[in-house]
């Protein structure tokens, strides 16, 4: 099984972890009973091992070739095979990012498909992909949203929603599961949100590049950053540069020098994912000029 997630502020992590311990925990129970029916415990032993591979996960990025999905070629890998695709909902839709993943998956020749999304209150994004998965030739035996908490919002009313919100996905996480190892059809996606918000979103940079960017500009404290590097790694669009520049320090005799410091800097492609606020272990990432939004984990 071969799980494609991105995930932003960790939601879309938790909801893969979950779905990966319970997929790994049912397919050893499978396992292990068969191995109890079945004496010939030599070949069994064979299958267990086999589990570790069982699930693969990979990231999604704009420049992956690995986050290519790869559909099964041999009769033997079709027996196992599942295609889960796991990602936040952004601004009604998704990050122009990932649906640029989805729109690039390949043809199949009616393969199953799995597609969750999570999200906080309004998507407008399910048919659209519902349609062009199917032209595409999938077989859709998943189409559905997970509840997650809202990380910007910091008032003692959502923490406790948030607590809730939490409980309820990891529980959803295994129905899922149960109707993935049972064949079960689960399409149930949300349409409460803006079909033409979401449009706008997923396919123009230029919403992200303009209006989302003047109101929440990220920006780097450059006191705080430690120049790790996570943030430059882990941006799924590449928008983060190292500068090399001039800077101020000073000396033990205490005269002021200039010397060469790599600093970072936020470019125009931004989608927003908030990938380099939720991770910077030194908390250097913000948005420029409005403290009101951070991130409660
Ligand atoms: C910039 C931005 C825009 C968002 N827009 C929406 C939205 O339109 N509708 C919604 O339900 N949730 C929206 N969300 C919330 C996320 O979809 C939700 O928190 C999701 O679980 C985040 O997943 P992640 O933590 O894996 O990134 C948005 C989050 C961010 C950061
Ligand atoms: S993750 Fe944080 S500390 Fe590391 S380079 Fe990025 S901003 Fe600096
Ligand atoms: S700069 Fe930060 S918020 Fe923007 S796309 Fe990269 S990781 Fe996401």
């Known amino acids: 099984m071969h799980i494609y997630y991105f995930s932003g502020t960790g939601n879309t992590k938790v909801i893969v972890d979950k779905l990966a311990e ?12 068969k191995q109890r029916i079945n004496k010939k415990s030599k070949r ?23 986050t290519v999905v790869k559909l099964p070629t041999t009769e033997s890998d079709q027996i196992n095979h599942r295609t889960v695709i796991v990602f ?9 990012f990932i ?12 393969e199953q498909l799995y597609i969750i999304y999570t999200y906080n209150n309004s998507a407008a994004i399910g048919k659209s992909i519902q349609r062009m998965v199917k032209r595409k030739g999938y077989d859709l035996r998943m189409l559905t949203g997970i509840l997650m908490p809202n990380h910007m919002i910091s008032d003692p009313e959502q ?6 919100r939490l ?21 149930d996606y949300k349409t409460n949100g803006s079909k033409l918000l979401s449009f ?18 990220l920006n780097v404290d450059h006191q705080a950053c430690t120049n790790c590097g996570l943030c430059v790694e882990e941006c799924p669009v590449k928008n983060i540069k190292v500068k090399k520049c001039k800077a101020k320090s000073m000396s033990e ?16 492609n931004c989608q927003m994912c908030m990938k380099c606020l939720a991770n910077c272990p030194m908390k250097a990432v913000g948005i420029k000029g409005n403290d009101k939004i951070s991130l409660v984990q």
């Not at 993943?101 to 043809?107: G, S, Y």
């Not at 409980?167 to 399409?187: F, H, P, Q």
């Not at 706008?200 to 500009?217: A, D």
């Open 253 to 268: 005799n205490e005269n002021t020098q200039r010397s060469i410091q790599s600093m970072l800097k936020h470019k125009g």
């Open 99 to 110: 649906w640029s993943f989805l729109k690039r998956l390949p043809k199949a020749k009616g």
């Open 167 to 187: 409980e309820n996905g990891l529980k959803l996480c295994t129905e899922i599961v149960s109707d993935i190892k049972s064949g079960r059809t689960r399409i």
């Open 200 to 217: 706008f979103n997923r396919n123009t940079p230029l919403v992200w590049g303009g209006s989302m960017r003047l109101f929440f500009k």
């Open 88 to 96: 936040p909902v952004n601004t009604h839709a998704t990050s122009p």
């Open 159 to 164: 923490a406790k929603d948030n607590e809730s």
């Open 44 to 66: 069994d032993n064979k299958d267990i091992s086999r589990d570790k591979s069982y699930i693969e996960t990979f990231k999604i990025t704009l420049f992956n070739k690995d």
């Open 22 to 33: 319970s997929l790994h925990n049912s397919k050893k129970i499978e396992s292990e009973s």
